[in-house]
């Protein structure tokens, strides 16, 4: 199975801010790579698809690149709503898999 | 507008088992691979299990092979997982999952149902 290492596990900041999140992948992944948002008590939301591929309607401040094992998903310009849970999951093959989540807080 | 709405979820003591539905509207149902994905009281998110448009492929996580089914009815665009032999480990919120067309990338999520394993 492959194995997605997210960090960091939760990161404080303000509005406005510049926040990266990271996601290593067990094994190459080429660029199979989803991330998704989490409010509390709501379902996940797709933001990227394919490493860095924007989902339609996502705001533009949400970013991914990397390909292989190494992922970033960046945030340019932090607001209010984008304080949630961060995951990432590898697509490239069964059993697909999660990263342990990024929590964004509020500084 | 793509809705998925699952049901089923229930308290349900250690061995038993429950089937959980999703409905779904707003796309061809028939022609999308569907998925189950689960989440713990505070933890992370965890693939089940995928199934294709025709129902003919499907795939488990280690976690729950060999105890949890999943099918689909094209007929009525309902998407199932059938759990058997729950234990505590199983309690979770359980989303039935869009895949897209891009790779096996959950693009659509339902609200959720939940299903607590306890005596």
């Known amino acids: 199975d492959i194995q997605m290492t997210q960090s960091p596990s939760s990161v404080s900041a303000s509005v406005g801010d510049r926040v990266t999140i990271t996601c290593r992948a067990s094994?190459?992944?080429?660029?199979?790579l989803a991330w998704y948002q989490q409010k509390p008590g709501k379902a996940p939301q797709l933001l990227i698809y394919?490493?860095?591929s924007l989902r339609s309607g996502v705001p533009s401040r949400f970013s991914g690149s990397g390909s292989g094992t190494d992922f970033t998903l960046t945030i340019s310009s932090l607001q209010p709503e984008d304080f949630a849970t961060y995951y990432c999951?590898?697509?490239?093959?069964?059993?697909?898999?999660f990263g342990g989540g990024t929590k964004v807080e509020i500084k | 507008e793509v809705q998925l709405l699952e049901s089923g979820g229930d308290l349900v003591q250690p061995g038993g088992s429950l089937r959980l539905s999703c409905e779904a509207s707003?796309?061809?149902?028939?022609?999308?691979?569907m998925s189950w994905v689960r989440q713990a009281p505070g933890k992370g998110l965890e693939w089940v299990s995928v199934?294709?448009?025709?129902?003919?492929?499907?795939y488990y996580a280690g976690s729950v092979e060999g105890r949890f089914t999943i099918s689909r009815d094209n007929s009525k665009n309902i998407l199932y997982l059938q759990l058997n032999s729950l234990t505590a480990e199983d309690t979770a919120v359980y989303y039935c999952?869009?895949?897209?067309?891009?790779?096996?990338?959950?693009?659509?999520w339902g609200q959720g149902t939940l299903v607590t394993v306890s005596s």
């Open positions: 707003g796309f061809t149902f028939s022609t999308y691979t």
């Open positions: 199934l294709s448009g025709s129902g003919g492929s499907a």
């Open positions: 094994q190459d992944i080429s660029t199979w």
């Open positions: 999952a869009k895949i897209g067309v891009d790779g096996e990338f959950f693009g659509h």
């Open positions: 999951q590898q697509a490239n093959s069964f059993p697909l898999t």
């Open positions: 394919i490493a860095s």
